[in-house]
């Protein structure tokens, strides 16, 4: 890794949290959301989805709308449940990782993400190994609340905003192609990596 990197960036869902979208989309399907794909993708979602990732809508929002589009009757329970089979589990020795990596840079999480999965499933999720999500990082830039979503230019110059070391002293890492093409044209340091790898070696 570059010596310049001050501060280390990740993505959250396929870098840190496992995903599995054939799961997800299966139990939206059981639901009777037979056309879930137009909503939802492993990087960026759609229409509705999408609305709900960038804060635009509340989460009782979500619930009615896609009820009413897709002629559904489940719960918002039910609902919840299917959305969050999306995501598997974040592996314990990337929790370790990156507790080691904070005594020696700043770490922060630039995510696409919502309120249904942060607020709930994730974290409960960080706690497992025994610490809150704020052991973790030192801040989180989260789409839903900032109301835009990578790989908007909008969501890149918000973290430079944020930041007080500048885009080259950044490292991010996501497994959007998409998302890490934008940020290299800000300025940051971007590697790109395969959902589920281990990406110790980067640090090597």
Same mark, same amino acid.
């Given at each position: ?18 995903l ?22 492993? +990087? ?15 989460? #009782? %929002?979500?619930? @009615? !709308? ?30 370790q ?38 052991? +973790? ?15 908007? #230019? %909008?969501?890149? @110059? !918000?973290?430079?905003a ?43």
């Amino acid at each position: 890794m570059n010596d310049n990197i001050k501060t280390v960036m990740f993505d959250f869902g396929g870098v840190l949290v496992d995903l599995d979208q054939s799961k997800c989309v299966e139990a939206f399907v059981k639901l009777g959301v037979n056309n879930i794909l137009d909503y939802i993708s492993k +990087y960026v979602q759609n229409g509705l989805f999408l609305d709900l990732e960038k804060g635009n809508v509340t989460n #009782e %929002e979500f619930h @009615d !709308r896609l009820r009413r589009e897709c002629g559904i009757d489940a719960t918002d329970e039910q609902i919840n449940a299917a959305w969050c089979d999306f995501l598997i589990e974040i592996p314990t020795y990337k929790l370790q990782f990156i507790r080691e990596l904070r005594k020696s840079k700043r770490v922060i999480m630039l995510s696409n993400t919502n309120a249904i999965h942060f607020d709930n499933w994730a974290i409960d999720e960080f706690k497992k190994d025994g610490h809150d999500i704020d052991y +973790y990082f030192d801040h989180c830039y989260l789409s839903y609340k900032m109301h835009c979503a990578k790989p908007e #230019e %909008e969501i890149f @110059d !918000r973290v430079i905003a944020g930041e007080e070391n500048e885009p080259g002293e950044i490292l991010f890492i996501d497994d959007g192609e998409k998302n890490v093409e934008m940020a290299r044209r800000k300025g940051f340091n971007a590697i790109l990596v395969k959902e589920k790898e281990d990406w110790r070696h980067i640090f090597e």
